[in-house]
């Protein structure tokens, strides 16, 4: 603490040089040492040395950049002045000082010079207006609360203790506290700006005994961490005293039951080499480790995960080709192409008895029954089935498992799975491949490279377990709903069924067929309530009420209806044998809710019926085009992605290269804007397959002829004319059917994906297969 003979008294006049300080507070009666870098800084301090070598240290309001010079308004204006006591001229340029506080001060004015900032100040001496002898007792009290504060806190030195008792000014002692408190330097600029000298004391003192019920806290908890771990370390010394012992008496490992259990059910199964090698190893380990050990738990649970996963050779049950066509056709209406597909497969696994090389992939939108087409085939070969759903998963770990390294490690979900089966051949369906991620943790689908390797999986190796298993004889299926985003190398080891949307007609089917007595036995009002669906009403929910694919919310809508009419049953408004006609749909459902994109009924010029394929099956887009005065500038809405303005592009420009040959004014493009637009602009669009529709609304509009009303298309366009194959074909069809356009413009190059469309589908309907967008306009506009 320094002492002071006497105090400088300045008026306000009088300019001083000001260093601006950093998270540092220079009070009265204190030296302080601080190091000046600024440029500004270093210019007052040689000022200041050149002079009186006194100086004004003010704290900054806020952090500004590095070497950044603060304005006036970034500064405090209560702050002290300051005598320097030593100065150290560092090699950087920077300088060392060592300053004794003097006087708080209050700034009236800065003055910004020529590379310097100074102020003129006036002396703000404490004010006293209380009472001598409160003062006298806040200060014993205050002196006997820091005294505590420095012996709790342990980065404090014992000898700042000294000066505590050789102090008699109040406003010293204050200062003198206040420089040895651990407060942010902002809260001690705010205690420091107060007048009065008892509310300060006052202040500081409440802040001082919180310090100390703080340190109280702090040095109790580190008490009991300190006592926990001499905790452990007695009874670790007690543990190996245990083991002398034991050792000395010639007590026998193996007398622990639990391992004696543990190692008679080891040798029960029939294990790999490498994996009895591992178990011994871990076994004995075990007989090593203190059961409250936790390393006791991590080793008994991994042993237990060897024991718990089939190693038994499994038996194989034989099974007829014609049972697994009873069971399928039993348990899915239509789909023929698909069964016969998984007959194809099924003879396969039969003949050879095992699967291998045979991984199914099911493709299709939500709700067409790929899920319980591998619950079928399990049931027709007798196997046990397990769903296992991949969605989300971005953790190749969730495949493979964690090894013991981490807290709480288990296998993968293939080894789960394996467990939950009970058997080393069951037929595993991963549901939703298609919508597993990746991210920092690794990447799942390479994972499942190995799984679904038939050269690679009688070898697959679970991190968690740390040995090879054999997985050749399971069988495995996985489902997706595009393969647009599944790695092609994943792609590659399974063979693709694609499964497409039902038609209205086979909903209906499948409605009578499967999904009323589903319903009626899940609600358990079979022989209380008589409820019949008339074959109309399906086909009016059909085509009013659902917007799907496949058939889940149609199974959900007959749900809706059977409860009202329970409802309406038991509140006494109907009887106990319940028709459902056509007519009580707009009092069960409400309002039809015409999901489907309306089609135009009439020839237009501009507007053309496209085709696309979403995730819940086909969908018919409106494409229409105006032609407005411009500048040949091309305008596109309706939430189009960028595959499809490219389209539009392309469409544009064959217009533009091809005007003659169309009877189109050849300089439109430098008189006229066109502006393209596909409505429910809330859902985003996006694929090639809208170029043929594009550029035939676009010629439309160009040369004034209509286009027909009852022709849809779909194909992807080339600059040079030709039109390219698409996918989604069923989809598409079945799309075009629902809006009741029977004639339908197709790629010539899709030709060999129409076999695999379903008769039923095509039934009706003039598919008109085209190379050229010649043909294409041939077909669509009115001569």
Not at 333 to 349: N, P
Not at 711 to 738: D, F, H, N, Q, Y
Not at 746 to 773: A, Q
Request: net charge positive; proline share 4%.
């Amino acid at each position: 603490m320094a002492k002071k003979e006497n105090k400088i008294k300045k008026n306000r006049s009088a300019n001083y040089p000001v260093i601006p300080l950093r998270n540092t507070l220079v009070l009265p009666y204190t030296i302080t040492p601080i190091l000046v870098g600024r440029k500004n800084s270093l210019n007052s301090a040689e000022k200041a040395l050149v002079g009186e070598r006194q100086l004004i240290c003010v704290g900054q309001k806020r952090q500004l950049q590095e070497d950044k010079d603060p304005k006036a308004k970034d500064l405090f204006r209560v702050a002290t002045l300051c005598n320097i006591l030593q100065v150290l001229k560092l090699p950087d340029g920077n300088m060392r000082l060592l300053v004794e506080g003097n006087n708080r001060v209050i700034i009236k004015r800065y003055i910004n010079q020529k590379h310097s900032l100074s102020a003129n100040f006036e002396v703000l001496d404490k004010t006293i207006e209380h009472d001598e002898l409160e003062i006298t007792a806040l200060l014993r009290s205050f002196k006997k609360a820091l005294k505590k504060y420095i012996n709790l806190n342990k980065t404090i030195p014992e000898e700042t203790l000294l000066p505590i008792a050789e102090t008699t000014n109040p406003e010293e002692f204050f200062y003198y506290a206040l420089a040895n408190i651990q407060l942010e330097v902002s809260d001690k600029q705010k205690i420091y700006e107060i007048n009065n000298l008892y509310e300060t004391l006052r202040q500081t003192y409440s802040i001082l005994l919180e310090e100390i019920q703080i340190l109280k806290l702090e040095n109790k908890i580190d008490n009991s961490v300190k006592n926990r771990m001499n905790k452990m370390q007695r009874e670790y010394y007690l543990t190996e005293q245990l083991k002398a012992i034991n050792k000395e008496l010639g007590v026998s490992k193996e007398d622990k039951s639990d391992i004696l259990e543990l190692r008679e059910k080891l040798e029960k199964l029939n294990l790999s080499t490498e994996a009895k090698k591992k178990a011994e190893e871990e076994l004995e380990k075990l007989t090593r480790l203190n059961t409250y050990s936790p390393e006791y738990s991590v080793v008994h649970t991994y042993l237990t995960w060897i024991i718990d996963i089939p190693w038994q050779e499994a038996i194989l049950r034989d099974f007829t080709l014609k049972k697994v066509q009873d069971i399928l056709d039993q348990d899915h209406y239509g789909l023929k192409k698909v069964k016969e597909r998984i007959l194809e497969y099924m003879a396969v696994v039969k003949l050879a008895k095992k699967a291998k090389g045979q991984i199914l992939c099911f493709v299709g939108p939500p709700g067409v029954g790929k899920t319980s087409l591998g619950k079928s085939i399990a049931r027709a070969m007798d196997r046990k089935f397990v769903r296992l759903s991949l969605g989300g998963v971005r953790d190749e770990a969730e495949i493979r498992g964690h090894r013991r390294t981490y807290v709480g490690a288990l296998p993968g979900v293939i080894i789960q799975s394996m467990k939950k089966a009970g058997t080393r051949n069951p037929l595993i369906m991963m549901d939703e491949v298609d919508k597993m991620s990746r991210d920092f943790r690794g990447d799942p689908t390479s994972a499942l490279l190995e799984v679904l390797d038939p050269e690679q999986n009688n070898s697959f190796r679970d991190h968690y377990l740390n040995f090879e298993y054999d997985l050749s004889q399971v069988i495995f299926i996985t489902t997706a709903n595009t393969l647009s985003s599944i790695p092609q190398p994943l792609i590659d080891r399974m063979e693709v069924i694609e499964i497409p949307g039902y038609t209205a007609y086979e909903k209906k089917q499948i409605a009578l067929q499967h999904l009323v007595p589903k319903v009626i036995e899940e609600h358990d009002i079979k022989e209380k309530v008589d409820l019949k669906y008339q074959p109309q009403t399906i086909e009016q929910i059909i085509k009013s009420y659902t917007r799907e694919a496949g058939v889940r919310e149609l199974e959900r809508t007959l749900a809706t209806i059977l409860r009202k009419a329970v409802k309406e049953f038991l509140e006494g408004n109907s009887k106990s044998k319940i028709v459902v006609k056509k007519s009580d749909l707009e009092k069960y459902l409400g309002i039809s809710k015409h999901l489907y994109s309306e089609v135009n009924r009439k020839n237009a010029v501009g507007i053309v019926t496209g085709l696309a394929w979403t995730q819940y099956g086909g969908e018919t887009l409106q494409i229409e085009v105006v032609k407005v005065k411009g500048k040949g500038n091309l305008k596109l809405t309706g939430s189009l992605g960028d595959v499809m303005q490219e389209s539009a592009q392309a469409a544009f420009s064959f217009a533009r290269a091809n005007a003659k040959k169309y009877d189109i004014d050849e300089d439109f493009h430098t008189e006229c804007d066109l502006h393209i637009h596909i409505p429910e602009g809330a859902i985003p669009k996006d694929g090639p397959s809208a170029g043929v529709s594009l550029v035939t609304a676009l010629i439309s509009v160009l040369s004034g002829k209509k286009v027909r009303h009852n022709v849809a298309m779909t194909g992807e366009i080339t600059l040079s004319g030709r039109v390219l194959p698409i996918g989604g074909i069923a989809e598409k069809l079945i799309a075009a059917k629902r809006a009741k356009i029977r004639n339908v413009i197709l790629p010539k190059k899709n030709e060999p994906n129409l076999k695999e469309v379903n008769e039923e589908i095509k039934k009706g309907m003039k598919l008109i297969l085209v190379e050229t967008i010649d043909e294409v306009l041939t077909n669509s506009l009115v001569n």
